[in-house]
């Protein structure tokens, strides 16, 4: 018994240090002299990661409201404010929960700074207990913006929370 397992072990020895034996070449190229070779090539397309980020970014945003809107708090941060808002949706499994402006780049219009809930939703997933359909989502607001606003919205499907500066 311990002959066949030294054997075993000496033969896996054996055969792991052949793979080390092979040579490699690189393919020559004209300007070699110019490149790093651990820098990939990058192709016409951009790569993996481009292609998924520009899809993302042409894709239009099919989130719907968020059902209630349970806390809303601002936090001071470097610059201005941190808006974090918790929400419920009708059923579990929400994704991709977002505060969407009311107005273009979240400007204050009358002294209220307005934002939506919203998250993407699928209909065929189970309601489950409230403790799964909760969702957070935060946003940055610049000092800039709260200087003219009195107030800030959060707007859901059933309710709103409003935050008096």
Not at 1 to 26: P, Q, S, Y
Not at 38 to 47: A, M
């Amino acid at each position: 018994m311990k002959r066949r397992v030294f054997l075993g072990l000496a033969a896996a020895g054996a055969l792991a240090g052949c793979g080390a034996r092979r040579r490699t070449r690189r393919a020559a190229r004209a300007d070699a002299e110019n490149t790093n070779p651990l820098i990939p090539e990058r192709d016409e397309e951009g790569g993996l990661f481009q292609s998924i980020q520009e899809r993302r970014r042409d894709a239009p945003y099919e989130g719907t409201p968020v059902a209630a809107i349970t806390n809303a708090e601002i936090k001071p941060a470097s610059g201005g404010v941190i808006l974090r808002v918790e929400g419920l949706t009708l059923r579990q499994e929400a994704f991709d929960v977002r505060l969407i402006p009311e107005h273009p780049q979240g400007e204050p219009v009358n002294g209220v700074i307005s934002y939506e809930l919203r998250a993407e939703q699928p209909e065929d997933a189970p309601q489950g207990p409230e403790r799964a359909r909760q969702v957070l989502a935060a946003v940055f607001i610049s000092r800039k913006k709260l200087g003219a606003a009195r107030e800030i919205r959060v707007r859901g499907a059933q309710n709103e929370r409003i935050i008096r500066l």
